[in-house]
DNA sequence: CTAAGATGGTCAACGTGGTTGTCCAAAACG
DNA sequence: CGTTTTGGACAACCACGTTGACCATCTTAG
C-alpha cells in the first residue's frame, strides 16, 4: 500500500482546515458569523495600512476583478471602506475599519490559541520543527487565493 | 508580532498546494491534462471496488448532487463508468475505467516521489516526525471535498 | 399482500467565486 | 502636447455546491 505519500496531503489540508474551522467558529461566537475563511486572509492582506484593489489582487493571486467582488462583499458586511486617494484620484484605498481591524487582531489571538493547543498536544518542540520543516520544503512561495477556480474544475 | 500563529496555517496549505500541483502537473505531462486537483481524492474514494454517488457524496462530504455531477465530468473525460446494478434497480454503480485505474496508481507513485523529495530535504526522520505530529494533533477527521463552498463566501 | 416509508438518482433553480473582455478616467511618460 | 499605462467598474460566462422537488424502486410494517 502506497499510501504513505498520499497521507501527508491529506494531513496537511485536514490540519489547514482545522485551524480556520477554529478560528471562524470562535470569531463567529464573538459576533462575526458572516465571516467566511476565505475573509481572515483578505483582512490579513490589507493589513492595518490598507491597499488597493488591483494591490490586492495581486498579493492573493488573483484578478483585480475578483478582488474587487470580494471587497465588495466585506464592504457590506461593515469590515472595510473606500476612501479616494488625494493624490491619485483613480485610486481608492482601502482601509479596515474598526470592526476589521478588531477581527483582524483578535484572529491572530485566536490562531494563536490553536497553535498552543497544537504545542500541548505534540510538544512546543516538535510543533516548531514542523513549521521550520514546512517553511523549508515549501519556501518563500505565497498564499494563493484562488482556491476554488483551482481546487474544482 | 503575533504571525506565529498565522504562519502555521499558510505553511500548510501552501505544502498541500505544492504537492497537489506536483501530482496535477506530472500527470498533466502523461497525457491527463484535464484533470483537477479535485478529482485525485474523488479516485481515491470511489477506490478500485467502486460505489454509487449517494456513498462517494458521504465520503466526500457532499451532497449526492454534488458527487453526481463531479462524476458526470469524470464520465464525459472516461476515467469513470456508471452500470446499474442487477440487485437492485435503483442503484448505479460507478467504477473506475481502466484508464481511471491507471491515474490512480500513476498519483499514488508520483505522491510517494514528492514524499522523497520532501524527505531528502528535510531528512526522512523529520518528515516522518510532521506526518506522525499532524495524525495526532488533527485526529481522525475525514477529508471533505466541499472545498469551494466551504472557502468561498 | 398491500400500503407507507426509505433510498438512489436526476432535473431545475439559485448563489457565490473567479475569469476574460471591454471601457473609461486619471496619471505617467515620450 | 499626444500616447501609453494604470486603477476601477461593468458584463457575460463557466464551474461548483446547495436546496427543493420528483420519480422509480426497494423495504418494511400492518
Avoid: C
Avoid at 6 to 20: N, S, T, Y
Avoid at 64 to 81: I, M, N, P, S
Avoid at 105 to 129: K, N, T, V, Y
Amino acid at each position: 500500500m502506497s499510501s504513505d505519500g498520499f497521507l501527508l496531503p491529506l494531513r496537511l489540508f485536514v490540519g489547514f482546515r482545522q485551524l480556520i474551522d477554529g478560528v471562524h467558529a470562535e470569531l463567529a461566537r464573538e459576533g462575526h458569523p458572516e465571516l467566511r475563511p476565505l475573509h481572515g486572509f483578505v483582512f490579513q492582506a490589507i493589513g492595518l495600512d490598507g491597499t488597493t484593489a488591483v494591490e490586492l489582487g495581486r498579493r492573493l493571486g488573483v484578478s483585480k476583478q475578483a478582488a474587487g467582488k470580494t471587497l465588495d462583499g466585506l464592504e457590506r458586511l461593515g469590515y472595510v471602506e473606500r476612501t479616494t486617494d488625494p493624490q491619485d484620484a483613480r485610486r481608492k484605498l482601502v482601509k479596515l475599519t474598526d470592526r476589521g481591524v478588531q477581527v483582524l487582531i483578535r484572529s491572530a489571538q485566536i490562531f494563536d490559541e490553536l497553535r498552543a493547543e497544537w504545542a500541548a498536544r505534540i510538544g512546543p518542540d516538535r510543533l516548531s520543527e514542523l513549521e521550520q520543516d514546512l517553511v523549508t520544503v515549501t519556501g518563500a512561495e505565497a498564499f494563493r487565493l484562488d482556491v476554488p477556480g483551482w481546487f474544482g474544475s
